[in-house]
């Protein structure tokens, strides 16, 4: 029986929370990259700053890493691990540090491109990941759903075809309001990040096609985990049969990596992209597209290994039926982190059966409700907001 006790004690998972701020401005910082020096275990800040890390041992460090921030090592003591407030200072890039081998943004996507292969995986791995999707109409949430998932990616050799996700444990929450039911199914989901990883999947954004409908200019150079980044803008100069995808791209200016995307569908035709971002809709409601934008994050290892381990999707959109003479706006926000990696190589196996998860699958219809306050035990998640809180403790009244 004490045996069994101090087996308990030493699997238990010791917690690391905080807020980030701005050193200067006292600004609470979104989307921080958060790891526990020494391992995988990674997560992200919220909305307001706040973090929570999992893990089996309190690590001597953690990292924090953000765009245009100085990356920070943070020493953690024993007994002092929860209510930290971390600061971060901003990175202003002196011009002159940027040795100008090539200013031909062209040349610099292309050499990124031929450089995927080498700095991207090139054996199978899985990583464990959290997702969260809500939908609000205006400012109210109607619709939480939350999942931890196995994603399991092939080598950067190939495309994500045979790429693939495993719901693990999920939950969520709907509105009860007849007026909020829409019957809408929009792209996106938890395959979205075998989908929409750019450096795994060109015919996405990165392919030559494309890239030739598209006008290419060099903006202020950056730091990212304190090493210096070309800044690539993407500008759609067509509209063609199918909407095309611009933003900003950051590129390793050593190695040519790509570490992150910040992606804008072109809404010129409007009807094409209602297209792309639809997958179904009743007859009789018109669907008008807002926005799509997307931030898809890497992080590189000690060595030089590059893996996605971000991605945040908001679209925005209005619907109304026919007969009312007002549309509402929606806004739907999906966010996915990788918070550890658990397998690469011959040990890493695709998810099969009935935990797998298709393309084509409808999230909400497997996931369990908002029931366990103990729900996520020992699973690193991205924390919730404070509105997202009391947005959830709405929707609990309404089920009841």
């Known amino acids: 029986m004490l045996l069994s006790m101090v087996m308990l004690v030493v699997q238990a998972q010791q917690v690391v929370s905080g807020v980030v701020k701005d050193r200067h401005t ?8 958060v790891t526990a020096e020494g391992s995988d275990v990674h997560t992200v800040t919220n909305d307001d700053g706040h973090f929570t890390l999992k893990v089996k041992r309190v690590p001597q460090y953690i990292q924090l890493s953000h765009i245009g921030y100085k990356t920070r090592r943070h020493q953690l003591t024993d007994g002092a691990t929860e209510g930290l407030q971390v600061l971060m200072t901003s990175h202003a890039v002196d011009l002159d540090e940027l040795i100008v081998s090539v200013n031909d943004p062209v040349q610099i996507v292309s050499l990124a491109m031929a450089h995927i292969r080498t700095n991207y995986p090139q054996n199978p791995e899985v990583m464990r990941c959290f997702y969260r999707e809500v939908t609000r109409k ?8 939350e999942a931890v998932l196995d994603m399991y990616k092939t080598s950067y050799a190939y495309g994500p075809d045979n790429d693939g996700v495993a719901i693990l444990k999920g939950r969520r929450l709907m509105s009860m309001k007849a007026r909020d039911t829409l019957g809408v199914k929009i792209q996106g989901g938890p395959v979205m990040p075998l989908i929409a990883d750019v450096a ?5 954004m990165l392919n030559e096609h494309d890239l030739a409908l598209c006008e290419m200019r060099m903006e202020q150079p950056v730091k990212i985990d304190s090493r210096l980044h070309y800044v690539v803008r993407v500008v759609p100069k067509y509209v063609t049969t199918y909407p095309l995808l611009g933003g900003l791209l950051y590129i390793d200016v050593d190695s040519y990596t790509i570490t992150r995307a910040e992606l804008e569908l072109d809404l010129r035709d409007w009807r094409l992209a209602a297209d792309y971002m639809l997958v179904r809709k009743p007859v009789g409601l018109r669907f008008r597209p807002k926005a799509l934008l997307m931030t898809v994050g890497y992080t590189t290892d000690l060595q030089g290994v590059t893996r996605m381990n971000y991605l945040r999707n908001e679209m925005r959109f209005n619907c109304d039926w026919r007969r009312r003479l007002f549309a509402s706006t929606y806004t739907a926000v999906s966010e996915m982190v990788v918070t550890d990696r658990i397998a690469s190589g011959q040990q890493a196996k695709r998810p099969q059966g009935r935990s797998s998860f298709g393309i084509r699958d409808r999230f909400y219809d497997r996931v369990e409700y908002f029931d366990d306050p103990d729900f996520w035990a020992d699973y690193n998640i991205i924390e919730p ?10 929707l609990r009244k309404q089920k009841k």
């Open 26 to 33: 006292g600004q609470k910082l979104s989307h921080v990259s």
């Open 138 to 145: 205006g400012s109210r949430y109607i619709a939480v759903a």
């Open 200 to 204: 795994k999947s060109p015919e996405y």
């Open 385 to 394: 907001t404070v509105s997202l809180e009391h947005a959830i403790d709405r």
